[in-house]
């Protein structure tokens, strides 16, 4: 472990990240709900909620999002976005550390707001067992059936280091470019 490693709650996420700042990073995701299913964080791992970011980290993380969703969009050519923070267990967030998806959408995809259940997935690790009881409390409370779209997380497959890396190299490579070639 080294000092410039890059943490997603306790998941050592350097080969995912494709873009950084002085706060915040953006990573590929392990288990994208759809191509150009990206995620974007704060470096500290203390950072639960949105509430928790200072006031630096909170105008480098919206500088960030704002740059990546306009990068996902271009690259992508995506119709357009969900970006979404699920800020609680209560909310469906299932890492323990704040994390905003950017979920490339299109006029054909026929997912309409049940990409929303497509996000509710089992925690990683049950480490913090307050953060987890209070999910599960809150999953016993809705008793809701899941959408026909909606996939448990045990059935969406990981992807491998090297396919991640990849990407996250020619993200990082393309991300460059389009800050060079645009007016942010």
């Given at each position: 472990?080294?000092?410039?490693?890059?943490?997603?709650?306790?998941?050592?996420?350097n080969?995912?990240?494709?873009?950084?700042?002085?706060?915040?990073?953006?990573?590929?995701n392990?288990?994208p709900?759809?191509?150009g299913?990206?995620?974007v964080?704060?470096?500290?791992?203390?950072?639960l909620?949105?509430?928790?970011?200072?006031?630096?980290e909170?105008?480098?993380?919206?500088?960030?999002?704002?740059?990546?969703?306009k990068?996902?969009?271009?690259?992508?050519?995506?119709?357009?976005?969900?970006?979404?923070?699920?800020?609680g267990p209560?909310a469906?967030?299932?890492?323990?550390?704040?994390?905003?998806?950017?979920?490339?959408?299109?006029?054909?995809d026929?997912?309409?707001?049940?990409?929303?259940?497509?996000?509710e997935?089992?925690?990683?690790?049950?480490e913090?067992?307050?953060?987890?009881?209070?999910?599960?409390q809150?999953?016993?409370?809705?008793?809701?059936?899941?959408?026909?779209?909606?996939?448990?997380?045990?059935d969406?497959?990981?992807r491998?280091v090297?396919?991640?890396?990849?990407e996250?190299?020619w993200?990082?490579?393309?991300?460059?470019?389009?800050?060079?070639?645009?007016?942010?």
């Amino acid at each position: 472990m080294t000092a410039n490693d890059i943490h997603f709650f306790k998941y050592l996420v350097n080969n995912q990240v494709f873009y950084k700042t002085k706060f915040t990073y953006a990573l590929v995701n392990i288990k994208p709900l759809v191509p150009g299913h990206v995620l974007v964080v704060p470096l500290r791992t203390t950072v639960l909620r949105f509430g928790d970011l200072t006031p630096d980290e909170s105008i480098d993380y919206m500088i960030t999002l704002q740059l990546v969703q306009k990068f996902i969009t271009k690259t992508y050519k995506a119709d357009a976005l969900n970006i979404a923070i699920q800020d609680g267990p209560e909310a469906g967030q299932s890492v323990p550390h704040l994390h905003t998806h950017i979920i490339p959408r299109y006029k054909t995809d026929g997912f309409g707001d049940s990409i929303y259940n497509k996000l509710e997935s089992e925690d990683l690790d049950a480490e913090y067992n307050h953060f987890e009881a209070r999910k599960q409390q809150y999953r016993n409370h809705l008793k809701m059936e899941k959408s026909e779209l909606a996939q448990d997380d045990a059935d969406r497959k990981e992807r491998i280091v090297s396919t991640m890396k990849e990407e996250a190299t020619w993200l990082n490579n393309e991300i460059q470019k389009f800050i060079a070639h645009s007016e942010i």
